[in-house]
Structures are given as C-alpha cells and as structure tokens.
C-alpha cells in the first residue's frame, strides 16, 4: 500500500516561511512525477507544484512562483516544498500526491496576522 505523509504545516504570520515535508515509502520514488496541492476553506483543491521523478522539471501555480520551490531526495524518498514570504491566501490543506492519483493525509498551514 503506498503510503505518503507530510509534515511540516503550522501558523505562521505573513512573510514567513515553511517547509513541507511528504515522506513516501512501499513504492519506487524515482520512478514517479510527484505534486503538491493545497485545499483552502470553502475552496477546491488546487494544483500547487510539481516534480518530475528525477527533480530536473518543475512547474508551480502563477502564485507560487518566486516564493516556493519544489523539490526532492529520492535517496531519502522525500519531496519538499519551501514556502517563502507566505501570504494569507496561501493558507489551507496541503497534500503531496503521486502522478497517478495516491494522496497523503494532508498538513495545515495557517498563514495569519
């Protein structure tokens, strides 16, 4: 069973950072594009970032880029996501996902002043 958890969420205020965490096992890591996507309240869930399997292709939402970065270990079968000058919008679930739809529980990240 593939197993993806995250870590990292937390409560920050505007203009702080986090990073994410989505370790995975029970699967072969480097052989999949991995994605980062958030749920905010009373919103549908979105496409935040995204990795191919060996890290050299990356792609974010508009509003991400400049301020996130993606990216991952597969020695350690771990992808992250650097959030950077956090912004009260950005604020929500975030999931790590497999290219071919297994998703993680999800970490909150509450951005507020």
């Known amino acids: 069973q593939v197993q993806l958890v995250e870590s990292g969420g937390g409560l920050v205020q505007p203009g702080e950072s986090l990073r994410l965490t989505c370790d995975a096992s029970?699967?072969?890591?480097?052989?999949?594009?991995m994605k980062w996507s958030r749920q905010a309240p009373g919103k549908e869930r979105e496409l935040v970032a995204a990795?191919?399997?060996?890290?050299?292709?990356?792609i974010y939402i508009d509003s991400a880029k400049g301020r996130f970065t993606v990216s991952r270990d597969n020695a350690k079968n771990t992808m992250y996501l650097q959030m950077n000058d956090l912004r009260l919008e950005d604020t929500g679930v975030y999931y790590c996902w497999r290219s071919d739809g297994y998703w993680g529980q999800g970490t909150q990240v509450l951005v507020s002043s």
């Open positions: 029970r699967f072969t890591f480097s052989d999949y594009t």
């Open positions: 990795i191919s399997n060996t890290g050299s292709v990356t």
